[in-house]
């Protein structure tokens, strides 16, 4: 009698599976010294490609506020500006824009309680004031400073995301909501005194629904990794949403998995735990 023994890696073909991965706090996090993402990652971003999965960034920050060393994971494509632009092998599907009317309510209301705002286009971030001490500590903070200006800014560029920082005053943080909700959708950064200010209605959630119709990818093949607030809807698209171990608790609450600490390689982790390496 003969045996017939099958090696499964063979017989079996992994379906196409697309992640979505947020940047700050999932895969860098420059507060707490971590200004690249970790050789773990770097390998996971290459295995998940070599098996012939899609690998977004999908993240708040505009293309022009990418560093070298996210464009370096060559990921397939980006969903950018918290889901109003997006870019699949180099080319862009669309790009949605902040109307004017909103961005002058958040210049107004920046100058009023004296903080900075940030009107963020693909190639330049426009801000009130390089030399304003919030601008400064808000610069230091998120590791950014190529790419601001503060002049020449005009109303017909493009303007993707927009984001507001100001004093480290708790009274400021309800009036930023009361004032701007109208306009935008505001996500604060965590606890931090700093906010993303995204066009009304729109969200990495929606972003994420376009690429897939534009894919032809189906839900149950989605995974993604966030830790903040503006990552909520990221985490309810898709099938399987993983959250950072360091993420805010809203978003744990939500995530069908927590995974660990960013600072622990929680993204790799959270890879292998779905078994997509």
């Not at 002058?104 to 390089?130: C, H, P, Q, S, W």
């Amino acid at each position: 009698m003969y045996h017939l023994f099958y090696d499964l890696s063979i017989i079996l073909v992994m379906e196409q599976k697309i992640i979505f991965v947020d940047i700050d706090g999932t895969i860098v996090d420059h507060s707490r010294g971590l200004h690249e993402p970790t050789p773990l990652t770097k390998r996971s971003f290459q295995e998940l490609k070599a098996k012939g999965h899609l690998v977004f960034i999908a993240s708040g920050r505009a293309m022009c506020l990418l560093p070298d060393s996210i464009k370096a994971l060559e990921p397939n494509g980006y969903l950018l500006a918290n889901g109003a632009y997006a870019e699949i092998d180099g080319k862009v599907i669309f790009s949605e824009l902040i109307d004017k009317k909103a961005r002058e309510e958040i210049m107004r209301f920046a100058n009023e309680v004296d903080g900075a705002y940030y009107l963020e286009t693909t190639k330049e971030i426009f801000t009130r004031d390089l030399d304003h001490p919030v601008q400064k500590k808000f610069a230091l903070a998120w590791d950014v400073m190529d790419n601001y200006r503060d002049e020449g800014y005009s109303d017909d560029l493009d303007v993707n995301i927009a984001m507001l920082a100001i004093r480290e005053d708790d009274s400021i943080v309800d009036k930023v909501y009361e004032r701007l909700n109208p306009y935008v959708n505001v996500n604060r950064h965590g606890k931090m005194y700093s906010f993303d200010l995204n066009i009304k209605g729109n969200s990495k959630g929606r972003g994420i629904e376009k690429i897939l119709d534009r894919l032809k990818i189906d839900k149950k093949d989605t995974y993604a990794f966030g830790d903040g607030y503006n990552d909520i809807e990221m985490i309810q698209m898709v099938a399987n949403g993983i959250a950072m171990a360091n993420g805010v608790k809203e978003l744990k609450d939500i995530a069908d998995y927590v995974t660990l600490d960013v600072l622990d390689d929680g993204f790799t982790f959270g890879l292998k735990k779905y078994r997509l390496l």
